[in-house]
């Protein structure tokens, strides 16, 4: 959900108040009837809504994504949602609930859980991936890289 906020930023203007996503492609529906953590970038001109859908437990848990003009809306979804489920031949399964960051060189990252096993999802991992945007048919398209990083914890 999106809306505006009043002058003092304290409440929402709930006449603007307006859905963004919401889960009702198979994907998101296998076992329950999520989308959830939502993140919002914007790049070329564009706004990319990030979110996770289906639930948590379940391993076909993934990551879609929806672009609009304006933080507003209409949003509309990525016709290849879902762009990470699972990583094929890496082993990993509930995959999702991620944000992005930018990095210092520019590039993007997406950071993202998984289930701890494809047979345990307790306690989740934390892994992270390269974020690219490819120009394809008139637009810039994001992919998400199936080959991703384990996060060092600071010492």
């Known amino acids: 959900w999106v809306a505006r906020m009043t002058d003092d930023l304290m409440k929402i203007k709930t006449e603007t108040l307006s859905q963004c996503v919401k889960a009702e492609a198979p994907w998101e529906l296998l076992q329950a009837k999520v989308a959830e953590g939502p993140s919002v970038l914007k790049k070329n001109g564009t706004y990319y809504l990030i979110y996770s859908a289906n639930h948590y437990q379940n391993k076909g848990y993934g990551?879609?994504?929806?672009?609009?003009?304006?933080?507003?809306?209409?949003?509309?979804?990525?016709?290849?949602?879902?762009?990470?489920?699972?990583?094929?031949?890496?082993?990993?399964?509930?995959?999702?609930?991620?944000?992005?960051?930018?990095?210092?060189?520019?590039?993007?990252?997406?950071?993202?859980?998984?289930?701890?096993?494809?047979?345990?999802?307790?306690?989740?991992?934390?892994?992270?991936?390269?974020?690219?945007?490819?120009?394809?048919?008139?637009?810039?398209?994001?992919?998400i890289d199936k080959k991703y990083m384990v996060p060092q914890m600071a010492q």
């Open 63 to 143: 990551v879609g994504y929806a672009t609009s003009k304006s933080p507003m809306g209409p949003w509309i979804k990525y016709s290849k949602n879902p762009l990470l489920q699972g990583v094929e031949g890496m082993g990993l399964v509930g995959t999702g609930h991620g944000a992005p960051f930018q990095c210092k060189d520019g590039s993007w990252k997406y950071i993202f859980h998984a289930h701890w096993s494809k047979e345990k999802i307790h306690p989740r991992n934390m892994f992270i991936s390269n974020v690219m945007f490819r120009y394809r048919d008139g637009a810039y398209m994001m992919e």
